[in-house]
């Protein structure tokens, strides 16, 4: 963190040797086959800290105070009961989402994993601006890319633990100008690495913006403005803002629309999340839909009330199959689109060449 400038030009080097990529996932404990993951949750927490990000008081969350919303998870036996609780409910991995801005710990992770047996994939990237710390603040896209690229290679501060996903942060539809920074950085190291992206798309605290819903659709094209083809990215917190329009928007374009926010019915109704999965289905995209529940606080875990993270197969599942939703098509949403959406691209450096120009082609078609 405190040699960002320095970092620089090693990046540079390495960018033009970049082995190529194993076709395995990359968990807190090491590669496994994509096959070995099971059913995964796509977006969770296992230890985060938001209180300690530096600018927390920017937050707004109308008449709650900022104190009184952090993100805090670290009560290490809570969180292990629910995660044993989600695996005897058939759950086999987790993505966990605790980047630069909510204060993840890495090491503790990879002890919780080991203690349940769930492979967990960690994620590397930034939160949305008010949570980013210096001194990523005033770094360009390069210096933010050459940290990340860090991170991938090298592990989690000297932890040898490397994440297996990408992370981008928007606070709202338009997003700050530290953000798009953000969102090229992840979008270049991608390129070199070849994990995929997994966005945060609006923040649950600023829904009502969210609202409008295109949040979604400016982070896809900022990143492929940059050349990542879509097949690569996953629009995460879709249903914050469940517009139907947007969301098939979204899929035409080729990325993955991820419903990560169930069980959180303060946002949206579960009932409305099954009916927004549903209609996506019944339109051909049921390849591209994801699930999760986003536990990301000590209240949300059974030992406190919460509702854990086994709610989305327990409760949730259930409610698809009361849809009418078949066993196949379930199997779909919970494995073989995680296993598809996580596996690292190959040849990406080639790709993106040949993709930068398509892209160019497709957005000025989208234009006229
Ligand atoms: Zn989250």
Known sequence: MESLRRRQPQIRASSRSVEVPSPEIMTVRGTVPPEA???????????????????????????????????????FEAVLQDLRRYKSAGGGSFVEMSVTGLYGDPATVARLSDAADVH????????????????????????????????????????????????????????????????RAVAKVHLLTGLPVSTHSASPSTRFEAAQGTGGLSQLDLLEDEGVDPSSVIIGHCDVAPDIRIHRRLAARGCY???????????????????????????????QILLSSDRCRNSDLSSYGGLGYSYLLEVFVPMLRGQGLKEEVIHRLLITNPARALTPTRNREIGATTYAGNYRRRRKRRES
């Open 37 to 75: 993951l099971g059913t995964v949750a796509m977006h969770e927490h296992l230890w985060c800290d938001s209180l300690k990000a530096a600018g927390n008081e920017r937050h707004s969350y109308g008449t709650v105070t900022a104190t009184e919303n952090q993100a805090i998870l670290d009560d």
């Open 120 to 183: 967990v994939i960690a994620a590397a990237g930034f939160y949305v601006d008010a949570a980013i710390p210096e001194p990523f603040r005033d770094a360009d896209v390069e210096q933010l890319t050459a940290f990340l690229y860090a991170v991938t290679t090298r592990g989690f501060d000297n932890t040898g633990i490397r994440p297996g996903v990408l992370k981008a942060s928007a606070s709202g539809p338009d997003l700050t100008a530290l953000e798009r920074r953000a969102h």
């Open 257 to 287: 629309i991820q419903y990560d926010c169930i069980g959180k019915e303060h946002y949206v109704s579960d009932t409305t999340r099954t009916e927004l999965i549903c209609a996506l289905i019944e339109k051909g995209f049921a390849n």
